[in-house]
Nanobody, 123 residues
Framework: VQLQAFGGGLVQAGDSLRLSCAAS????????MGWFRQSPGKEREFVAG????????YYADFVKGRFTISRENGKNTAYLQMNGLKPEDTAVYYC?????????????????WGQGTQVTVSS
């Protein structure tokens, strides 16, 4: 199983970016897809999650109304649409997959991880 995140970049405050996470291998074992982020000196934090089969997404409070997680099963790809970016959103963003449907906010509950993509938001 492999996850590959891409789509990061350098943008200005208020801009938008869409991150993608391409999954390959035994993707049928994925139940939940999630996005996390990590800034230097900080712990990895949950951003958004969604069931691979669909259903209501769930978000960290600090991104509600700005970020949208989605998935496209036919392409084995999950997305994170980020609007209204702020300098504090600067981080390496990781996609992750969980084999369960627990809708976890904890990185410890996710079994598979992509390599991360850097998002830098300038003020």
């Amino acid at each position: 199983v492999q996850l590959q995140a891409f789509g990061g970049g350098l943008v200005q405050a208020g801009d938008s970016l869409r991150l993608s996470c391409a999954a390959s291998g035994r993707t049928f074992i994925f139940v939940t897809m999630g996005w996390f982020r990590q800034s230097p000196g900080k712990e990895r934090e949950f951003v958004a999650g969604v069931a691979w089969s669909g259903g209501r997404p769930y978000y960290a409070d600090f991104v509600k109304g700005r970020f949208t997680i989605s998935r496209e099963n036919g392409k084995n790809t999950a997305y994170l649409q980020m609007n209204g970016l702020k300098p504090e959103d600067t981080a390496v963003y990781y996609c992750a997959a969980d084999e369960s449907a627990r809708r976890s906010y904890s990185s410890y509950d996710y079994d598979y991880w992509g390599q991360g993509t850097q998002v830098t938001v300038s003020s």
